[in-house]
Structures are given as C-alpha cells and as structure tokens.
C-alpha cells in the first residue's frame, strides 16, 4: 500500500507542477462553479487544518493583524479560510445560482402532506396557493430554533448549482444591512448558464460537506460556549431524538454555524436525492435510479455531463421553478462522477450509525437521529439519508467500473458514451483524474469495507497506480 499512496502524492504533486506557470486572468466575467468550488475546497483543505498541522494555535490569529504570529500562519488560518468561507456563503445562499431550495423534492414532498390551512402560516397569514414557500421558511425556522440562531433576511438556499453566472452584482449593496439581508447579493440570473453539470454539483457537495462536518461537530450552550459531546450530552430529551428546549445544549459549534451546518446538510440531502430522482439517463431520456436494485448490466443509467434547464415563473414574490431538463452532452465525464462521488462518500462517513470514534461523530448521532435529518434506515426500516449517499455513492462508482475503467490497460478513462446501450470508452486519461481516482478509490474501499465492493475498489486503485508508473512522458496517454 506504501506504493499506492506514494503514487497519490506523485500525481497531486505533478498538478502542482503544472501550476507553477504564471497565471494569466483571460475572463473577469464568467464564474465557473466546478472550478471555483474545486479551488474553494483545496484551500479549505490547505487553510485551517493545515495549520493546525504545521503546529500553529489559531486563537492566536487575528485577522485585523496581518502575518501575525508570521505570513505563513495569516496566509492559512485567514486568507484561506476567508476565501473558503466566501465561495461557500456566495453560492449557497446568496447568489441564486441554482435551482431554490422551495423546489427540492424533501421539502416539496413535506409541503404536499400539509393540512388544509397551512397555505401562508408560516408567510404572513396570505395564502398564495403554494405550501412550498410556508414549508421552507417552517424548515428554516426549526433550524434556528435547534442551533439558538437566527436566519437571515432574503436568502436563496439551493439544492443544485448551475455551471456557470456573471459574478458583477447587478445592484448597489446595502452596506449597512448585506451581512443578514441578502436581497442586494444576487447575481443577474439572466447571464447564467443554467445548466447542470455533476462536476459542478459534487464540488459544491463537497464543500458543503467541509463546512457542515465542521460546524456541526460540536455543541454550545446559550452563551456559545462549546458543549462537547461525550455520548451522553445531547441537545435533545434523553432516550428520544426530541429537542429539548430547556436543557441549555444546542446544535453547532456557536448560533450561527450551527444554523448554516444544518442549512449545508439540508441542501446536500436534497441535492443528491433530486439527482437519483431525476437525472439518471439511459441513453434516451433522463429518470430515476434506485440504488436499492441498480445493476448496470441490466441497462446502464448514469449522470450525463451537461442538462440544460429551462425555469418557468409560478407566482409573484415566488422563485422560479425548474419545468424542464434536455441533455446537451450525454457523454460521462471522469471529473463528474469523482466530484460528486467525493461529496457522497464523506456525507456517509459524516452520517455513519455505527462510527462513534470521536467527539464529532458523536455529535453527529444527534444530528442524524431523527430529528432535524432522518435516521437510517438500520433503526426505521425506512431510508434515510446515510442510506441515500451510500446508495448514490455505490451507484457512480459501478459506473466508474462500468464505464471509466479500461481493463485491458489498467486505467480510468477522461471521456465515455454509450452507443446503442454500450459503453464507448475514449483512450485519454489526464494526471489530474488519474490523480483524484487514486484518492477516491482508496476513499471508497474504506467507506464500503467488509463488502464485495471494497476489494473491486482496491483491485481498481492498484491498476490505475501501476498504470502510472509504467507510463512514460508528460502526459498519461494511451491508444486502446
């Protein structure tokens, strides 16, 4: 195994190499999602922890204090950890670049078993004829209630992000009020590419998994002192996943990340059940997935690289609602199904039942037991959301298997299609995805250990590093 993470370093570190040339800015007005998040989620990794690594006391930064304790400590523990939090807060909630969090199919499912009468009860008292709207203001005000905090003003909570938007806002900010009002934030949704791309979905997956683990890995008392779970102290009644109003625990490191760690884990559970729900394509048209029964050796359904939207209004002072989906580019992308898979395999470490190993995980028992998310279904018989990243994350990787890996040559290819039902495999596989799957085939194994999957994985993993290392030149190229 030392040859294999060996080789992973080899390839993340040759990606470095390939970035020392100077950087040349070619476009100051298009955001492209899967690349800025990408960016986002490697300087969280290289922010925070890393300095916490290199043996550095964070409450010793202060971010009004430049290079203090030196410039290496500023540069990780704030510069990255800033810019992280921006790109993170930007297309979450801000923005509007994604389809609104009215329209996910949890809340939309809740908002149909509403009875008569709620219509406008949690909006005013007006009914408008929807439930969705009362639904997710009732979600929001619950998580508020859960972490002691408050939500802000005019937020556009999302479940799937689009490819790409024009970042300039196109209104002056309220300065006085933009850090809780958000209404002057949003981009001009008419220059975004409202396409759906999994590449773009699954980083922006996994930075909500950054910061979700993150902030929910704790607890804190009225007064936002940290309350450490121990298996014993919950925020919660004992012996029932209720909140308990009175016990003076709440969710989250402090009031507001635990407000926005729930709001994170609600956008991800939503994000990744409309994406089984509705973007699975054969070829033909898009549909659902069962991750319960998928075999794809009885007709392969995967996640097409490029699924144009098209948005249609409902009603004033409602957003819009996506009415319609047609794949612009059917071919299966390596970086797709590895951005997305990334999301999904540490969603289900985050949400893992039987992982008590440390005080994270046993706080995250609480987040997860019924009450604000679903618990699994080992303890309900019904599935929750552990069971829907791990049956999603299950289902792209026999895909992986199915229609990425080459057998013959021991690798991963960039590019596949399927003609006439079957696989059609390109013959180019870049540092950079070779790089990744190392990392998410070794993720895998871990996450699926004890099962037939998890020595298929290996199997994979050992050939892509031996792919690597007999491969000669620049570039990772082979004719099949």
Do not use: C
């Not at 033909?284 to 991750?291: A, E, I, Y």
């Not at 997860?368 to 618990?375: C, M, S, T, V």
């Not at 699994?376 to 049956?391: F, I, R």
Request: aromatic share 12%.
């Amino acid at each position: 195994m030392k040859r294999i993470f060996t080789l992973m370093a080899m390839a993340l570190f040759a990606v470095v190499f390939q970035a020392n040339a100077q950087v040349i800015i070619t476009n100051t007005i298009k955001y492209i999602t899967k690349d800025q998040m990408l960016l986002a989620n490697e300087i969280n990794e290289s922010g925070e922890p890393f300095a916490e690594a290199l043996g550095y006391n964070l409450d010793d930064l202060d971010p009004m204090v430049l290079n203090q304790p030196d410039s290496v400590a500023y540069t990780f523990g704030i510069e990255n950890y800033e810019y992280s939090r921006y790109q993170l807060g930007t297309v979450i909630s801000r923005s509007g670049i994604g389809l609104h969090m009215m329209w996910a199919p949890i809340i939309m499912q809740k908002a149909a078993i509403e009875p008569a009468g709620f219509d406008g009860s949690f909006t005013g008292g007006t009914a408008n004829g929807y439930n969705e709207d009362d639904e997710l203001v009732k979600n929001m005000m619950h998580f508020a209630m859960l972490a002691n905090g408050m939500p802000p003003q005019h937020p556009w909570p999302q479940f799937a992000e689009f490819r790409s938007g024009n970042p300039h806002l196109p209104r002056k900010i309220d300065a006085q009020n933009y850090k809780h009002d958000f209404a002057t934030l949003r981009w001009d949704r008419g220059q975004m590419d409202k396409t759906l791309n999994l590449a773009a979905m699954g980083q922006t997956l996994m930075k909500q998994y950054l910061w979700a683990q993150d902030m929910l890995g704790t607890f804190h008392d009225s007064l936002e002192n940290e309350v450490v779970p121990n298996g014993t102290v919950s925020p919660d009644f004992p012996d029932s996943s209720a909140f308990d109003p009175n016990n003076n625990v709440f969710y989250g490191g402090d009031n507001l990340d635990g407000f926005i760690g729930q709001i994170l884990t609600a956008e991800a559970i939503n994000k990744v059940k409309f994406t089984i729900m509705n973007l699975a394509f054969n070829g033909t048209s898009l549909g659902m997935v069962d991750p319960a029964t998928y075999n794809p050796a009885n007709g392969i359904l995967y996640f097409p690289h490029a699924i144009k939207v098209t948005e249609s209004p409902v009603a004033a002072g409602l957003p819009p609602k996506a009415s319609g989906f047609a794949v612009t580019d059917s071919t299966s992308n390596l970086w797709d199904q590895l951005s997305f898979l990334w999301g999904t395999l540490n969603f289900q470490n985050m949400m893992n039942p039987n992982d008590s190993s440390d005080s994270q995980h046993l706080a995250y028992k609480a987040v997860f037991d019924g009450d604000p998310f679903p618990a699994p279904m080992s303890e309900t018989g019904v599935p929750g959301p552990y069971d829907l990243m791990k049956g999603t994350g299950k289902v792209i990787f026999m895909n992986l298997a199915a229609m990425h890996f080459d057998s013959f040559a021991g690798t991963f290819v960039d590019v596949s299609k399927l003609v006439n039902g079957t696989p059609s495999q390109g013959n180019a596989i870049s540092a950079v995805n070779a790089g990744y799957a190392l990392v998410m085939m070794s993720k895998f194994a871990r996450e699926f250990s004890g099962t037939p999957l998890q020595q298929k994985a290996t199997n994979m993993l050992i050939a892509q590093a031996d792919f690597i290392l007999n491969s000669t030149g620049n570039a990772l190229i082979f004719q099949n």
